[in-house]
């Protein structure tokens, strides 16, 4: 048995069910899209960010989640 036919049985008694693949169109289409997949429905939620205290002294700006650390010098933001 595959790894794959594996993971799809496992997926299958669970009652989970995989997205088909996205495929390009075969022919070409004569409207703009925004982005790869323009049928696709997107919702964006803003995020509450913080600048970096030690970034910030150098003269950077990164934004960083409360709690966590800069990935840019690693101290932590509150």
């Given at each position: 048995?595959?790894?794959n036919?594996?993971?799809?049985?496992?997926?299958?008694?669970?009652?989970?069910?995989?997205?088909?693949?996205?495929?390009?169109?075969?022919?070409?289409?004569?409207?703009?899209?925004?982005?790869?997949?323009?049928?696709?429905?997107?919702?964006?939620?803003?995020v509450p960010?913080?600048?970096?205290?030690?970034?910030?002294?150098?003269?950077?700006?990164?934004?960083?989640?409360?709690?966590?650390?800069?990935?840019?010098?690693?101290?932590?933001?509150?």
């Open positions: 048995m595959s790894a036919f594996g993971r799809y049985e496992i997926l299958r008694r669970l009652g989970i069910e995989q997205l088909p693949a996205l495929v390009a169109a075969e022919e070409p289409v004569d409207e703009v899209s925004d982005g790869p997949f323009p049928n696709i429905p997107l919702t964006t939620m803003p960010g913080r600048r970096c205290p030690a970034c910030a002294l150098k003269g950077q700006t990164v934004w960083v989640i409360p709690g966590k650390r800069c990935p840019q010098c690693g101290t932590p933001v509150r």
